[in-house]
């Protein structure tokens, strides 16, 4: 290489960092959000191609607390997410998992607000089946935790949901 091809390179080179230089700071904040917020790949596989995720209303029947069948909305995020609230405008948020091509589990939390103050938490963990693209059953618990944490009511729960929104829908492999 002669001096002048040398010194070229190290023109385009000086250059491509003066210009390049800019964008690193953000590139790098990008990647580790990215790889801090980002589920690992193997859950991203599961949940992406997990019938769950989507959006269902559901009804949920919680044995023994005398009360009628509650509605509720629920979202379920391919990153492992759950949202959702109830008739009653209670919203509450969670995780959920899968434990097989159609199965799952969920911990949902909300809270229990009595005389505008917080009197409590709810804390629901379910597991379920997927049982058509449009249709799934689950059953667990319900806790009514005192606003130190301690369970003052466990009950039994069952739900059925339904999927809306947007097809298709998958069922798995």
Known sequence: MTENA??????????????GGRWLPAAGATALLASAVAPDRANAQTW???????????????????RPPEKGMFSFGQDGMVSGTDA????????????????????????????????????????????????LEESGTAQFLDPAGNVVLTHEATATGTRFGFPPWRLGS
């Open 88 to 135: 009653s405008t209670v919203t509450g948020f969670g995780t959920w998992r899968a434990t097989g091509s159609r199965t799952f589990e969920i911990e949902y939390r909300h809270f229990v607000i009595a005389d505008g103050q917080i009197g409590g938490m709810v804390v629901v963990a379910m597991s379920g089946t997927v049982t058509s693209t449009t249709l």
């Open 48 to 66: 992406n191609a997990h019938p769950l995720v989507g959006t269902w209303l559901t009804e949920v029947i919680v044995t023994g607390s005398g």
């Open 6 to 19: 040398a010194e070229a390179g190290r023109v385009d080179r000086r250059e491509m960092l003066r210009k």
